[in-house]
T-cell receptor, first 113, second 117 residues
Framework: AQSVAQPEDQVNVAEGNPLTVKCTYS??????LFWYVQYPNRGLQFLLKYITGDNLVKGSYGFEAEFNKSQTSFHLKKPSALVSDSALYFCAVRDTSFQKLVFGTGTRLLVSP | GAVVSQHPSWVICKSGTSVKIECRSL??????MFWYRQFPKQSLMLMAT?????????EQGVEKDKFLINHASLTLSTLTVTSAHPEDSSFYIC?????????????FGNGTRLTVT
């Protein structure tokens, strides 16, 4: 069965600094990977996805993610963090056999002014 | 595009009553919708997959008689929490996919916070 791990409960970064939110996955077959962001008391917003092609995927709000097959990772990155980026971030995986998404436990990003 | 509307955004009900939550895809047709439950400071737990015109597929451990799911049209799915109890208090989120392909992202409603007193 597919699974996703987000090893950090929280990531703290100063505004203007680069940020990385880590994600590793386990899936049989080709992985289809997604990142979502959740603001308090809201649903999830889609940020980006990796299906195939370039390992560096660019998404919404200046975020990007790097797919690394050998390390089975899909880390979320942003060159310069904003205070407004503070939220809960979820990595998710979907394999070719199932339509459903399996989510990681989430990482809370806190960007300080 | 790809807007999913969920209603109500919050609801408080008394123990023993039933609550219905609606999930609508406003600008696309969704043959499949998903219902998730999120506990405080925890990830999303998939409860069931809702397919238009057929019975929902429930995840292991989810009581189908307690969490009734109906997907009557390509734009509407409902979740009814029957005979609600305080332990059912949670944040419920629906989602839908624009396409049937596995690489289509899910689009989420804003969630419903249910509080059972």
């Amino acid at each position: 069965a597919q699974s996703v791990a987000q090893p950090e409960d929280q990531v703290n970064v100063a505004e203007g600094n680069p940020l990385t939110v880590k994600c590793t996955y386990s899936v049989s077959g080709n992985p289809y990977l997604f990142w979502y962001v959740q603001y308090p008391n809201r649903g999830l917003q889609f940020l980006l996805k990796y299906i195939t092609g370039d390992n560096l995927v660019k998404g919404s709000y200046g975020f990007e993610a790097e797919f690394n097959k050998s390390q089975t990772s899909f880390h979320l990155k942003k060159p310069s963090a904003l205070v407004s980026d503070s939220a809960l971030y979820f990595c998710a995986v979907r394999d070719t056999s199932f339509q459903k998404l399996v989510f990681g436990t989430g990482t809370r990003l806190l960007v300080s002014p | 595009g790809a807007v999913v509307s969920q209603h109500p955004s919050w609801v408080i009900c008394k123990s023993g009553t039933s609550v219905k939550i609606e999930c609508r895809s406003l600008d696309f047709q969704a043959t499949t919708m998903f219902w998730y439950r999120q506990f405080p400071k925890q990830s999303l737990m998939l409860m069931a997959t809702s397919n238009e015109g057929s019975k929902a597929t429930y995840e292991q451990g989810v009581e189908k008689d307690k969490f009734l799911i109906n997907h009557a049209s390509l734009t509407l799915s409902t979740l009814t929490v029957t005979s609600a109890h305080p332990e059912d208090s949670s944040f419920y989120i629906c989602s839908a996919s624009m396409g049937s392909s596995y690489n289509s992202p899910l689009h989420f409603g804003n969630g419903t916070r249910l509080t059972v007193t």
